[in-house]
């Protein structure tokens, strides 16, 4: 089924175009990435702290990745979100229509269903010096907005957020995701948390 607002945005991803400002009066620009972003988005990934690097799960921070996301731009399924100081890229925001088949899985083992046609998924990053800046704060409710347009009833973090990431923890429940679980990788406990759009 077509989805007005998604075939709008596929046409001119300029849409969604929108500034920001942070807390210490910064302004960024914020958009979708775009073909031409592949070394934009290399610089991005490449120069974030292994700390950074170390709480991101859904894909590696490699300049190959970069510039695959860029040759194969998709809309329709995933939506990639920066927030960009001039032309540097401070903020990568991953919003997915659709949810991974190990988030379903684990969902449905607390017989709590997730649904591939109205949840979606959600994988945010910012720069080390953007950090406690409020970036996400100011980004995510233009991205929680533009998923309730697209038709999306709830946002699920991507594979959970680590439960030794407090700042992050603290930055989802000041969203309003709420806690649904808890499960364990090979070297950390994690948090299920899922928002109500």
Not at 20 to 30: A, E, F, N, P
Not at 68 to 87: G, H, I, P, Q, S
Not at 109 to 127: E, F, G, I, K, M
Not at 148 to 172: C, E, K, M, S
Request: some cysteine; glycine content about 6%; aromatic content about 10%.
């Amino acid at each position: 089924m077509s989805n007005p607002f998604l075939d709008r945005l596929q046409r001119n991803p300029q849409t969604v175009d929108q500034p920001i400002v942070l807390r210490d009066g910064t302004h960024l620009d914020t958009r979708l990435h775009r073909s031409t972003d592949g070394e934009r988005l290399a610089h991005y990934f490449t120069h974030l702290s292994e700390a950074t690097r170390r709480v991101y799960g859904p894909h590696p921070f490699t300049t190959e990745q970069a510039h695959a996301f860029c040759r194969d731009v998709n809309y329709a399924d995933t939506l990639r979100f920066l927030a960009l100081d001039k032309e540097r890229i401070v903020a990568y925001f991953v919003l997915h229509l659709g949810v991974l088949d190990s988030d379903v899985q684990r969902y449905a083992s607390r017989n709590q269903p997730l649904n591939h046609r109205t949840d979606s998924t959600l994988a945010p990053s910012v720069a080390d010096r953007y950090q406690e800046r409020g970036v996400g704060s100011a980004l995510f409710p233009l991205l929680s907005d533009i998923a309730t347009q697209i038709g999306r009833r709830r946002i699920v973090l991507w594979g959970g957020v680590r439960a030794d990431n407090p700042r992050a923890v603290h930055f989802y429940r000041k969203m309003g995701f709420v806690e649904q679980g808890q499960f364990a990788t090979k070297d950390t406990n994690n948090y299920d948390m899922l928002l109500d759009l």
